[in-house]
Structures are given as C-alpha cells and as structure tokens.
C-alpha cells in the first residue's frame, strides 16, 4: 500500500458543487498538507495540519476547507467549485521536524466544468 | 518573501549530462530539495542539501549550492530515458517550516 494514498484519482464535477478529496497516510507523522498544482506555477499551499486540533490556512486557501478527522486522515472540500479550481492536488505529509522532506501522494485531478 | 524560480523546460540527449538550475531569494534558507514528478505520479524526493554544505553527490545525481548567488543546481550524469520527468527545486528556512516550491522545469530526454 502507498504511503500517501489520495481518493477519487480523478474527478469531473459541476460548478457550484460541493465535492470533498479525501487523504489518508500510513507514515505515522503528525504533519498534513494540502497544495495544488496548476502548469508553470508549481505547488502552492492551501492548508496544513500540524496535528490533528492544528489546522492553518496556506497561501491561497480562498474557496477551500479542510478537516482533520484523525492523525492518518486530512480531507479537502471545494464547498462551491468553480472552473478555476480546475487543478492537481497533492496531499504530503512528513514528520515533526519537516527535514527530510514530504512524501506525496499520487494526486487527485479535478476537473470543473 | 520567498520567490524559487526555474527555467521551464529542457531537453537532453541519452547519455548526456543534464543540469537543472534553481535559484532562490531567501537567504534564510536552510534546507533545499529536488523533487522528481513522472507523468501521472506525486512528487518523490530525489535528495536534499543543508545550506551549510556546497555539494552533495548520491550516484548520478550531484546538487551544487552556490549560497552567495541563492542558486542550486541538478546535475545527472548520463541521463536516460526514464529520467524525463518535472524536476522541482523547494527550499525551507528551517525545521519545521512549509517548502516552498519552484515552478518544476521539464526534462525530455531524447533517445
């Protein structure tokens, strides 16, 4: 089983439809994050999750929730999607110290029409 | 702020050398990544550098850091076919803090 394991892979839904990603880590860390991927802008962050009664807004949060419902678990929800929400979203985590980097997951691609 | 930039695209020859640059406005910086994406795939990390280091080297891969001018740079040597990807530099000022990520540059290698 993947360390990082991010459902549906991939997603076509509506404007102004709610639609939750969901991610879950087998690693044990206590870190979370949430970042989409849009062509030539790399990742940008949109939330992160320290442990689980942590939650922080990342640079372009706008449009997007998330919950932590456990240590292994942090989902993403678009309450209304819009067409610019179309993107990749990675789900990472890593441990306390952050030092050696994040482990990804293989990545939702969300498609608004 | 933080601002990490890369050129978008670069194409090798099989068993050519490819150097991917980066460079990076934080001079905080504390830790400095590459990251590797094949087609369809998360982000895995290919190897790290701490700022108090200027090379590191793990097989064909060699991370240059040049910390007076915030660069960092990818070498591979003898590139191959499957190392076509997007490359990803991200730096971090410490411990703890979120990476912040270039814009990837793609690497096409050609037979």
């Known amino acids: 089983d993947a360390d990082v394991t991010q459902t549906p892979r991939n997603r076509i839904t509506k404007t102004g439809k709610r639609i939750m990603l969901e991610c879950s880590q087998t690693?044990?860390?206590?870190?979370m994050y949430w970042y989409r991927q849009d062509p030539g802008l790399g990742l940008r962050l949109i939330y992160y999750?320290?442990?689980?009664?942590?939650?922080n807004k990342g640079e372009i949060s706008d449009g997007y929730s998330v919950s932590r419902q456990a240590q292994a678990k942090f989902s993403l929800s678009l309450e209304s999607a819009i067409p610019n929400q179309t993107a990749l979203y990675f789900c990472?985590?890593?441990?306390?110290?952050?030092?050696?980097?994040?482990?990804f997951g293989s990545g939702t691609r969300l498609t608004v029409v | 702020g933080e601002d990490v930039e890369q050129s978008l695209f670069l194409s090798v020859r099989e068993g050519d050398s490819s150097v991917i640059n980066c460079t990076y406005t934080?001079?905080?910086?504390?830790?400095l990544y590459w990251y590797k994406q094949e087609p369809g795939a998360g982000l895995q990390l290919l190897t790290y550098?701490?700022?108090?280091?200027d090379m590191k080297q793990d097989q064909r891969l060699t991370v240059l850091l040049n910390k007076k001018d915030k660069h960092l740079s990818l070498r591979i040597a003898d590139t191959q076919t499957g190392d076509s990807a997007i490359y990803f530099c991200?730096?971090?000022?410490?411990?703890?803090?979120?990476?912040?990520f270039g814009g990837g540059t793609r690497l096409m290698v050609k037979p």
């Open positions: 990472a985590t890593s441990d306390a110290t952050g030092a050696y980097g994040y482990t």
């Open positions: 690693k044990g860390h206590d870190r």
């Open positions: 999750s320290f442990d689980v009664k942590d939650i």
């Open positions: 934080d001079s905080s910086s504390t830790y």
């Open positions: 550098i701490f700022s108090n280091m």
């Open positions: 991200a730096e971090s000022m410490n411990a703890g803090n979120m990476l912040t």
